[in-house]
């Protein structure tokens, strides 16, 4: 069973947004200012939101949005009537951004109302936010919020050129001393120093809250800097769109599953939760990018490779999560 994150909605599902302005904020970064369509104000949100918007043309009235594609609200301290997102073109994905890109004023979308996964820390602390890339989205929006309200906080930037930066100069303007920025050029050894960077987990009054959104290998870095500087799993929150990509050298695996009497062929660039559904099973699964833990299953059989962040150590000795994770055994054995 898929548990859809916007399966209930109030009155106002979906959001009708039509485009005011579309620009581009760097060579493959386009900015979009969304308002009502109907006119009036929008559903509020906080730092960290994000909306769900319908990239393709089909049934909106379901309880989600077809060929939907989540892009983080910036606007957090000015939300005037106006939703602001951007949106980066991917020229091997599956068309949606090319969509999003191609937009101009006047056009119209179908939009979820704003949801938050990676809401802010409603404690005192200080906070820690590491962007990479197109990251910076839903970190530039807490990092207004924060700097509002005075708040103790860090903000590091990384991108591989100054050009490459979406709102380089907007996060010099609200974060001033508070914006420190990285620019590797494509030498990683001049890249963001994560472990200074990140340092401790401070405590009581001192303690601090580290978020991190980008390029994958960024939010695998900073979790794993984190955890060996000892700090809590619960101070360390990230953000990931979009289903994992497969990882070159994965191959296919065998997959039987124990209770159900199948045994399932998983080829090399699909995952087990998507084996499980073509071949007829109704599995338990959320996310689908090994963040929520819904999917995971007791392992009887086998050796997995390990790809979720939802798991904990003594958890991966005897389940995994079949929406990311995959086989270092030809052959894995489930409960399922």
């Given at each position: 069973?898929?548990?859809e994150p916007h399966a209930t909605h109030n009155a106002r599902w979906p959001l009708e947004l039509e485009v005011v302005a579309s620009v581009p904020l760097t060579a493959g970064i386009r900015g979009l200012t969304?308002?009502?369509?109907?006119?009036?104000?929008?559903?509020?949100?906080?730092?960290?939101?994000?909306?769900?918007?319908?990239?393709?043309?089909?049934?909106?009235?379901?309880?989600?949005?077809?060929?939907?594609?989540?892009?983080?609200?910036?606007?957090?301290?000015?939300?005037?009537?106006?939703?602001?997102?951007?949106?980066?073109?991917?020229?091997?994905?599956?068309?949606?951004?090319?969509?999003?890109?191609?937009?101009?004023?006047?056009?119209?979308?179908?939009?979820?109302?704003?949801?938050?996964?990676?809401?802010?820390?409603?404690?005192?602390?200080?906070?820690?936010?590491?962007?990479?890339?197109?990251?910076?989205?839903?970190?530039?929006?807490?990092?207004?919020?924060?700097?509002?309200?005075?708040?103790?906080?860090?903000?590091?930037?990384?991108?591989?050129?100054?050009?490459?930066?979406?709102?380089?100069?907007?996060?010099?303007?609200?974060?001033?001393?508070?914006?420190?920025?990285?620019?590797?050029?494509?030498?990683?050894?001049?890249?963001?120093?994560?472990?200074?960077?990140?340092?401790?987990?401070?405590?009581?009054?001192?303690?601090?809250?580290?978020?991190?959104?980008?390029?994958?290998?960024?939010?695998?870095?900073?979790?794993?800097?984190?955890?060996?500087?000892?700090?809590?799993?619960?101070?360390?929150?990230?953000?990931?769109?979009?289903?994992?990509?497969?990882?070159?050298?994965?191959?296919?695996?065998?997959?039987?599953?124990?209770?159900?009497?199948?045994?399932?062929?998983?080829?090399?660039?699909?995952?087990?939760?998507?084996?499980?559904?073509?071949?007829?099973?109704?599995?338990?699964?959320?996310?689908?990018?090994?963040?929520?833990?819904?999917?995971?299953?007791?392992?009887?059989?086998?050796?997995?490779?390990?790809?979720?962040?939802?798991?904990?150590?003594?958890?991966?000795?005897?389940?995994?999560?079949?929406?990311?994770?995959?086989?270092?055994?030809?052959?894995?054995v489930l409960d399922a």
């Amino acid at each position: 069973m898929n548990h859809e994150p916007h399966a209930t909605h109030n009155a106002r599902w979906p959001l009708e947004l039509e485009v005011v302005a579309s620009v581009p904020l760097t060579a493959g970064i386009r900015g979009l200012t969304l308002r009502s369509a109907a006119g009036g104000a929008l559903p509020g949100f906080s730092a960290g939101a994000h909306i769900g918007v319908q990239t393709g043309v089909k049934d909106s009235t379901a309880a989600s949005l077809d060929d939907e594609r989540s892009y983080s609200l910036i606007n957090s301290t000015d939300q005037s009537g106006k939703y602001e997102i951007a949106v980066k073109l991917e020229p091997n994905g599956r068309g949606g951004s090319r969509r999003m890109h191609a937009l101009r004023p006047g056009d119209r979308i179908r939009a979820t109302p704003p949801k938050n996964d990676f809401a802010l820390h409603a404690g005192p602390h200080e906070t820690v936010l590491i962007a990479g890339g197109i990251g910076i989205t839903p970190i530039l929006s807490m990092a207004r919020t924060l700097a509002a309200s005075s708040a103790r906080f860090q903000l590091h930037y990384a991108c591989r050129t100054p050009e490459d930066a979406a709102f380089r100069q907007e996060v010099a303007r609200s974060c001033g001393a508070h914006a420190h920025l990285y620019f590797d050029h494509g030498d990683p050894s001049r890249g963001m120093p994560l472990a200074q960077v990140i340092g401790s987990s401070g405590a009581g009054d001192m303690a601090r809250h580290l978020y991190v959104c980008g390029p994958r290998p960024l939010i695998d870095a900073v979790i794993a800097t984190a955890r060996a500087l000892q700090w809590p799993a619960d101070h360390v929150h990230f953000e990931l769109f979009g289903a994992p990509m497969a990882a070159s050298g994965d191959r296919a695996c065998r997959v039987e599953l124990r209770r159900s009497g199948r045994t399932l062929e998983v080829a090399p660039g699909q995952s087990i939760l998507d084996a499980m559904i073509a071949g007829g099973l109704d599995p338990l699964f959320d996310c689908r990018r090994g963040e929520c833990g819904v999917c995971a299953l007791r392992v009887l059989e086998g050796r997995p490779d390990h790809r979720d962040y939802a798991l904990g150590t003594e958890e991966r000795e005897h389940q995994m999560c079949v929406c990311v994770s995959r086989s270092h055994t030809e052959t894995l054995v489930l409960d399922a």
